[in-house]
């Protein structure tokens, strides 16, 4: 009996982790992954930018900055035991973004001091 007792407890405990992958770990995991794409893809576009003279490349950059932004805030709602590092995380990416593009719009239209 003590025996059923024990693995009724260790099945509910396994299925309640199982849940927590699939519904937080793995999906935090893929908005992660996906941001790390997009920051390099950022980096890109403004360099291009830049080096092009092309403003398209910057307005570009400004999309995949808003999904980032989004991603982020998915993982916030998803892994609420990390919430404020997340948030923290935002933040970081919003001041390194508007750096970053007050830089390269600064070289591109000539206005960087």
Same mark, same amino acid.
């Given at each position: 009996? /003590?025996?059923?007792?024990? =693995? @009724?407890?260790?099945?509910?405990?396994?299925? !309640?982790? %199982? #849940?927590?992958?699939?519904?937080?770990?793995?999906?935090?995991?893929?908005?992660?992954?996906?941001?790390?794409?997009?920051l390099r893809q /950022?980096?890109?576009?403004? =360099? @291009?930018?830049?080096?092009?003279?092309?403003? !398209?490349? %910057? #307005?570009?950059?400004?999309?995949?900055?808003?999904?980032?932004?989004?991603?982020?805030?998915?993982?916030?709602?998803?892994?609420?035991?990390?919430?404020?590092?997340?948030?923290?995380?935002?933040?970081?990416f919003k001041k390194?973004?508007?750096?970053?593009n007050e830089v390269?719009?600064?070289?591109?239209?000539?206005?960087?001091?």
């Open positions: 009996m /003590i025996s059923l007792a024990v =693995n @009724t407890s260790i099945n509910s405990q396994n299925s !309640e982790r %199982i #849940q927590k992958v699939r519904d937080v770990y793995f999906p935090v995991v893929q908005k992660a992954d996906a941001n790390l794409v997009k /950022i980096k890109e576009l403004l =360099n @291009t930018a830049v080096s092009t003279g092309e403003v !398209e490349f %910057i #307005q570009n950059a400004n999309v995949l900055k808003q999904e980032v932004i989004s991603d982020i805030e998915t993982i916030i709602d998803l892994w609420t035991d990390r919430s404020q590092e997340n948030r923290d995380l935002r933040e970081q390194y973004y508007s750096l970053a390269s719009a600064g070289m591109l239209n000539g206005t960087l001091d």
